[in-house]
């Protein structure tokens, strides 16, 4: 175990969020158990102030668990200077190395689904009967469930690294010819792969912000087509880009043309992880789009979530394509 100031954070957040997620998991599903029966007067009173209290928690208990994901990274980078051979991030998750792609890959999806939440949770709050109560607190105790898995893996990972083990360095497995960001590429567009995966980035990435702003004056909550393809192609404009940011971007924007390394752009062009997050903002919001559309559909809500789809088409435009125009920018003044 490594201890400093990120670790200490990284624990202590894991820990309120672990512990607060239980009981919060267990009461949001008793509390849509049990709205929509016939009650008593002061029993419906007192359920809905027990979920006032519950809603306040939970939105404080989410808002610090979406920090977990950046702080998250910023922990293993400070781990860096600490092991012996260690270039990058990736050579810290190397000390983990299958609970390390667990956690990497299961972050995302907490994080999605807490923004998916709290979003939810707004939209019904503008509401005068609340008509999404039960929804949101059966969807409110999958989210706990998430992020009590989420907060104790961060406990297990940050507390049992072997700082003493041997670690190999990124080049050994990002600029081997058999990496998997090469390799699928080649099977698809051929040996010469590069010189058609950066026009295939721009064209995707174009094509997703065309389709937003196309869909945007047609968006209503009965236009659920135009979300499911908004998700549609999120997706596959996230598996291309990601495929071109390793195989081409990261090595032109590091001017180290054989270095297919994420975490050392990271490392060493800082600003490009908030291209990364803006890309990933950009690619989640259509998901989140598609999720208030299943889940937030009802007649006193029609005009707001019309709204809110609006809103998070307009956020994936403008993400996706300051994402882009970041790219752009370092392409022209490095590559």
């Not at 109560?133 to 893996?153: E, H, N, T, Y």
């Amino acid at each position: 175990m490594i201890l400093n100031a990120y670790t200490i954070v990284m624990l202590f957040i894991a820990i309120l969020t672990g512990t607060l997620a239980i009981p919060l998991g267990v009461l949001s599903f008793r509390m849509y158990q049990r709205w929509g029966k016939t009650l008593y007067d002061d029993e419906r009173t007192a359920i809905e102030n027990r979920s006032y209290l519950l809603l306040h928690m939970a939105t404080v208990m989410l808002f610090v668990k979406l920090l977990s994901w950046p702080i998250f990274y910023a922990t293993l980078q400070s781990y860096v200077p600490n092991i012996q051979g260690v270039m990058c991030i990736f050579g810290i998750t190397q000390l983990h190395p299958y609970l390390s792609s667990i956690v990497q890959i299961f972050k995302p999806v907490v994080f999605f689904s807490i923004c998916g939440w709290l979003l939810l949770n707004r939209l019904d709050r503008g509401t005068e009967t609340a008509p999404l109560f039960k929804r949101k607190f059966l969807f409110l105790s999958v989210v706990s469930i998430l992020a009590f898995v989420d907060s104790a893996g961060d406990l297990i990972y940050f507390t049992t690294f072997n700082i003493k083990a041997f670690v190999a360095c990124c080049t050994t497995f990002f600029d081997i010819p058999e990496r998997a960001t090469a390799m699928l590429p080649i099977s698809i567009l051929g040996e010469g792969y590069e010189r058609y995966m950066l026009p295939l980035y721009y064209l995707s990435n174009i094509l997703l912000i065309a389709f937003m702003g196309i869909s945007y004056p047609r968006l209503t909550p009965h236009a659920l087509r135009l979300t499911i393809i908004g998700v549609v192609l999120a997706l596959l404009n996230a598996v291309i880009t990601t495929f071109a940011i390793f195989e081409v971007v990261a090595p032109k924007i590091m001017n180290l043309p054989y270095h297919h390394c994420i975490y050392c752009m990271w490392q060493y062009v800082p600003d490009t992880t908030f291209m990364s997050a803006l890309f990933v903002i950009g690619t989640f919001s259509p998901g989140w789009a598609l999720l208030l559309n299943l889940m937030g559909k009802h007649k006193e809500t029609a005009v707001t979530l019309k709204e809110y789809l609006r809103n998070l088409y307009f956020l994936c435009i403008v993400a996706i394509g300051t994402s882009l125009v970041m790219v752009t920018i370092h392409l022209l003044f490095k590559g």
